[in-house]
């Protein structure tokens, strides 16, 4: 029997302005026995501090670590080698969450033998302005239906065993994105509280994307070549439309939206847009077809049309309106 009910795992670097309200709103959580994990990847500012604070505060509940800096995924995957808990979730060092939301997600679990819980999250600015996050709930069937849906980790709870042998990709963004399609491809029981958002995620001031990262956005093809790798691997093809629809929304959509959106040159952009486009075409052939462009949002469908005419200008435009 595990320890724990829950096992938080929070990686930490140089969020010393954020830390402390994160630990706050885990520290407070209405649902005892749970387990606290701080992993430390490296951080150089005052973060360890703080944290030393808190696990002299509440040691039953926090347990404190320090690594070399591998990347927010290799501390993950160091959080889960330490974590004793029946359930797992995961925190972003910067962002915090409702008093009760592992009660709720839990008892949700426990009553149904649930693999995985999911919950309605929403964005925060630092001048705390809220905004709710859409959330998907079109399709009947359970597991269909969160492929659809939020693809982070953190506003989710997980069953240890079904995720003990799978990993988070290290030094790469999107580390999210593969681990949760593993995820769900090995689950039988989701389920979903979506009467209030239960998760607050900060959107940074002075996020705007540049020459230096641009190109990180290519980094999302490793996500998709490590999941066809995964469905090939373990026979599990009959996946292979939904994985499709999920590279148009995140690749196509998404990523070529933030490339337009980039304060960078047009021929950084270009050449962007183009490497996207090609992976698409090569490991998708198919996918103007796909039979789950109809989920999409009105506005994403209208954005997907307009990359088809390659209209990009115009993309631009709406997208600097929306910005104000």
């Not at 959080?79 to 009660?103: F, H, P, Q, R, T």
């Amino acid at each position: 029997m595990s320890k724990y009910k829950i096992s938080v795992i929070v990686p930490v670097y140089n969020v010393e302005k954020y830390i402390g309200k994160c630990l706050d709103s885990l520290v407070n959580q209405t649902l005892s026995d749970i387990e606290i994990i701080v992993v430390n990847d490296g951080s150089h500012d005052n973060s360890q501090k703080i944290i030393d604070k808190y696990v002299k505060r509440y040691p039953d509940k926090i347990k404190s670590y320090i690594k070399e800096n591998g990347g927010q995924g290799s501390a993950r995957n160091y959080g889960l080698e330490k974590a004793n808990g029946e359930y797992i979730g995961y925190v972003d060092s910067d962002d915090y969450i409702k008093s009760n939301m592992y009660e709720i997600l839990y008892n949700i679990a426990i009553k149904n033998n649930s693999d995985i819980v999911i919950t309605r999250d929403c964005t925060v600015t630092e001048d705390n302005n809220e905004y709710n996050n859409p959330y998907f709930d079109k399709i009947s069937d359970k597991k269909e239906n969160a492929f659809f849906g939020n693809m982070g980790v953190c506003n989710k709870i997980y069953k240890k065993s079904i995720i003990k042998n799978i990993r988070f990709k290290e030094h790469v963004w999107y580390e999210d994105l593969a681990f949760t399609l593993k995820v769900l491809i090995n689950s039988k029981n989701i389920d979903y509280y979506f009467d209030e958002p239960l998760y607050y995620y900060l959107k940074r001031n002075g996020s705007t994307m540049n020459n230096s990262n641009v190109k990180k956005n290519l980094e999302i093809l490793d996500a998709f070549n490590d999941i066809l790798s995964y469905i090939k691997h373990n026979k599990k093809e009959e996946y292979f439309n939904k994985i499709e629809f999920l590279a148009i929304d995140h690749i196509y959509i998404s990523a070529i939206v933030r490339v337009l959106s980039a304060d960078t040159d047009n021929k950084i952009k270009s050449e962007t847009i183009n490497e996207l486009i090609c992976y698409m075409n090569k490991n998708f052939p198919n996918y103007k077809n796909n039979e789950y462009v109809n989920t999409l949002s009105r506005n994403r469908k209208i954005i997907y049309k307009l990359i088809n005419l390659k209209m990009y200008g115009l993309i631009k435009l709406i997208f600097k309106v929306k910005k104000g």
